[in-house]
């Protein structure tokens, strides 16, 4: 199948849904230094698989890509200090944390094949 746009990578799509469920997570969040970078972090995710996509070229995505990924990772570390500092529970943790992983695999898959 061939990607005609970047709505249609599935990285993207769970990327934009990993960043609402963040926005709704800590919309009542008080600590804004911190709700700002994770929100950050998750947006930087889908934006930097649609600006690589759209640059047309196959090395230029790649390099987009590796930034989309190196900010999963963020959203992953930020994800285990939210739970260890009781900003979110347990299972909200869980599962944040494996959309993340998820959405980083899916990215590594991606690379590979470009």
Do not use: H, P
Not at 71 to 83: I, P, T
């Amino acid at each position: 199948m061939k990607i005609e746009k970047f709505e249609d990578i599935i990285a993207w799509q769970k990327a934009k849904e990993l960043t609402i469920l963040l926005y709704k997570e800590f919309a009542e969040s008080k600590d804004f230094g911190f709700k700002d970078q994770l929100q950050r972090a998750s947006v930087s995710i889908m934006n930097n698989i649609a600006e690589g996509f759209e640059r047309k070229i196959n090395n230029e995505f790649k390099q987009f890509l590796f930034i989309a990924k190196s900010s999963c990772g963020e959203v992953r570390s930020m994800l285990y200090l939210s739970k260890d500092l009781n900003k979110i529970s347990e299972s909200t943790f869980i599962k944040l944390f494996i959309l993340a992983e998820e959405i980083s695999k899916i990215l590594s898959g991606l690379i590979k094949t470009l």
